[in-house]
């Protein structure tokens, strides 16, 4: 009897790992932030309890459901408040720049020269003097912009001139106007009013994202549909 228990339990707790999986997101290791981190830690021994767990499998289901319940809550907070981003996941910090190391950000990075030569060497810089700057990323990345020497070879540099491509600014992202980028366009609530108005949208809240170019030119995403 107790192994059949043994094994109910088991394959419960690896559906609900499964489930809880699902519901944070699809992220590569990489990508995780902080709670991402503990919480995959946290869950995953806690799946480990509730598949030995024979007297009371609730608890440790519970707080699965719980840990998961906490991780869906973060991000949907930092996806509808962008700024809260800052307290709960960090800020990237400038680790060199202009052929300057910053010791101060190093030590509040939690790095020291030797761990940052090492991810230097990693994306392929043997030598400091070809890094420009180098930006140690909240997610744990190290991102390098080389000497204008050492980068790729630009259409600027050969001296040609290709078409300009639009370059498009995004007006409404999830429903929330973008004032700053209306302000830095030149235009305002009125103008989006009425390009909105014309395409018979009534509300900001209903447009997933818009766009609009130097030339003033209005893209909208409504409902996975373009116009």
Request: aromatic share 10%; charged share 20%; with cysteine.
């Amino acid at each position: 009897m107790n192994f059949l228990v043994l094994c109910l339990t088991t394959i419960c707790s690896f559906v609900v790992l499964f489930l809880a999986a699902k519901f944070v997101g699809h992220k590569q290791i990489a990508q995780l932030d902080f709670f991402d981190y503990i919480t995959g830690i946290t869950i995953g021994s806690i799946a480990a309890e509730l598949a030995t767990e024979l007297e009371e499998p609730w608890k440790p289901f519970t707080a699965m459901v719980i840990y998961g319940a906490i991780t869906l809550l973060l991000s949907v907070l930092t996806n509808k408040f962008p700024r809260s981003r800052k307290y709960l996941n960090g800020t990237p910090t400038i680790l060199m720049d202009h052929g300057k190391l910053y010791r101060e950000n190093m030590k509040k990075a939690r790095l020291d020269l030797s761990e940052f030569m090492v991810m230097c060497r990693q994306q392929g810089y043997f030598d400091l003097t070809s890094i420009q700057t180098a930006v140690f990323e909240y997610n744990g990345k190290l991102t390098i912009l080389p000497v204008s020497s050492q980068r790729p070879v630009t259409p600027n540099d050969m001296n040609l001139a290709p078409e300009q491509e639009l370059l498009f600014t995004e007006l409404i992202m999830d429903g929330r106007i973008l004032e700053d980028n209306l302000k830095r366009m030149g235009l305002d609530i009125t103008w989006l009013d009425k390009q909105l108005e014309q395409r018979h949208i009534h509300t900001a809240k209903d447009v997933f994202l818009a766009l609009c170019d130097r030339n003033l030119k209005f893209v909208v995403y409504q409902n996975s549909k373009v116009e």
